[in-house]
């Protein structure tokens, strides 16, 4: 019957979270990032994601599936960046590389520790959400001002009359 699920189904969803969590550890090991730590931030978002809907409900303001998808998309993506930091660092050759890991890790656990404490209050309250902080526009604007940094190290900006190639715009 539609609706219903399988044994069959439940082994395979079984079989599927196995194969997904080793991978996941895995490449955790790999990338030198605490499964643990990553874990918890990916609880920490699961929370925020909950918690901004309650606070849209108690707000009485206007959702859409679309902006709940676009909010699981987004939350999901948050979750990635962790990985792609740690695997770029895996290629360029870094000091400290375990620290600055560590170091972006907490920085994106505390902005959504501060997003949590924000819906909660906001819905205890009914008050307007405090402003966000974006540590993805700070992180990706150290990471731009780095590159920067280095074209202007190693002389690989151009100086030619031709400013749309500039990396700086």
Request: glycine fraction near 4%.
């Amino acid at each position: 019957m539609i609706g219903e699920i399988s044994e069959a189904d439940i082994g395979l969803l079984k079989y599927v979270w196995i194969i997904c969590s080793a991978c996941i550890a895995y490449v955790c090991n790999f990338l030198g990032l605490e499964l643990e730590a990553m874990l918890a931030y990916g609880i920490l978002l699961l929370v925020d994601y909950f918690l901004g809907i309650f606070r849209v409900i108690v707000m009485k303001e206007v959702v859409s599936s679309h902006k709940m998808l676009a909010g699981i998309l987004s939350k999901a993506s948050l979750w990635i960046i962790p990985f792609i930091l740690a695997l770029v660092f895996k290629i360029i050759p870094i000091e400290n590389l375990r620290a600055l890991i560590v170091m972006f890790l907490y920085m994106f656990v505390l902005s959504e520790l501060y997003s949590i404490l924000n819906n909660i209050r906001t819905i205890k309250t009914q008050k307007k959400k405090l402003p966000e902080i974006d540590i993805f526009n700070i992180i990706a604007t150290m990471i731009r001002n780095k590159i920067i940094s280095l074209a202007d190290r190693f002389k690989m900006t151009d100086n030619s009359e031709d400013k749309d190639d500039d990396i700086r715009h």
